[in-house]
């Protein structure tokens, strides 16, 4: 049985990616480890390297196969963790979509710590895939308050309207953190990409058989 682990910083997140898993591969496993303290540290300005490493090196010792950190922010560091087994970051098959075509792509992010991370993902991502784009940052920071708060609804509807404002200033706009996945449902007609199942599917993708 394959087993996947999965590295968050939010409750919530746990639930998200258990049915994703079911949904992808119903013969795999998921190890769930929720750390919300290493985003709340990273966001400050904190040296969470080591804390990060020593998490996924309990999953991998626990089994899992395979890893994805569900967390944008610590995402990079995360990738250049040696657990021992692959380490993969929540947005990165998002964000090799985002720029296969090229153009213009803006980044919709809830917190402010997220944005430099994506942005050079991005970056990094075109360059390999050897096309240009032009990266607009849209943040859409007072959403935030809602999902600390626990309004899960209210949080994913304004993440959705800042969505539809912004989305005519980009050829794709890109929902920087796992949390907003659900606002791309709101917005069927506009060219959104979220990462929680893009991710899960490369998990399965790469885990031995």
């Given at each position: 049985?394959?087993?996947?682990?999965?590295?968050?910083?939010?409750?919530?997140?746990?639930?998200?990616?258990?049915t994703?898993?079911?949904?992808?591969?119903?013969?795999?496993?998921?190890?769930?480890?929720?750390?919300?303290?290493?985003?709340?540290?990273a966001?400050a300005?904190?040296?969470v390297?080591?804390?990060v490493?020593?998490?996924?090196?309990?999953?991998?010792?626990?089994?899992?196969?395979?890893?994805?950190?569900?967390?944008?922010?610590?995402?990079?560091?995360?990738?250049?963790?040696?657990?021992?087994?692959?380490?993969?970051?929540?947005?990165?098959?998002?964000?090799?979509?985002?720029?296969?075509?090229?153009?213009?792509?803006?980044?919709?992010?809830?917190l402010?710590?997220?944005l430099?991370?994506?942005?050079?993902?991005?970056?990094?991502?075109?360059?390999?895939?050897?096309?240009?784009?032009?990266?607009?940052?849209?943040?859409?920071?007072?959403?935030?308050?809602?999902?600390?708060?626990?309004?899960?609804?209210?949080y994913?509807?304004?993440?959705?309207?800042?969505?539809?404002?912004?989305?005519?200033?980009?050829?794709?706009?890109?929902?920087?953190?796992?949390?907003?996945?659900?606002?791309?449902?709101?917005?069927?007609?506009?060219?959104?990409?979220?990462?929680p199942?893009?991710a899960?599917?490369?998990?399965?993708?790469?885990?031995?058989?």
């Open positions: 049985m394959p087993i996947i682990g999965f590295l968050h910083t939010a409750d919530v997140h746990v639930a998200t990616f258990r994703l898993l079911a949904g992808a591969a119903p013969d795999a496993r998921g190890l769930h480890v929720v750390d919300a303290a290493l985003l709340e540290d966001r300005g904190a040296d390297g080591e804390r490493a020593a998490r996924l090196r309990s999953l991998a010792a626990d089994g899992a196969d395979v890893i994805v950190c569900t967390c944008s922010t610590i995402g990079g560091l995360a990738e250049t963790v040696d657990a021992g087994v692959p380490v993969l970051r929540v947005d990165r098959p998002m964000a090799e979509a985002a720029v296969a075509g090229g153009g213009r792509v803006a980044v919709v992010a809830a402010a710590s997220t430099a991370p994506t942005t050079a993902l991005l970056r990094e991502c075109a360059a390999l895939a050897g096309v240009t784009v032009e990266i607009v940052e849209a943040p859409c920071l007072d959403a935030w308050a809602l999902f600390e708060s626990g309004d899960l609804d209210a994913v509807r304004r993440v959705a309207g800042h969505v539809r404002a912004v989305a005519a200033t980009a050829d794709v706009v890109v929902l920087a953190q796992a949390s907003m996945a659900p606002a791309a449902d709101l917005v069927p007609d506009l060219p959104v990409l979220s990462s199942r893009t899960v599917a490369r998990a399965v993708a790469v885990t031995p058989t």
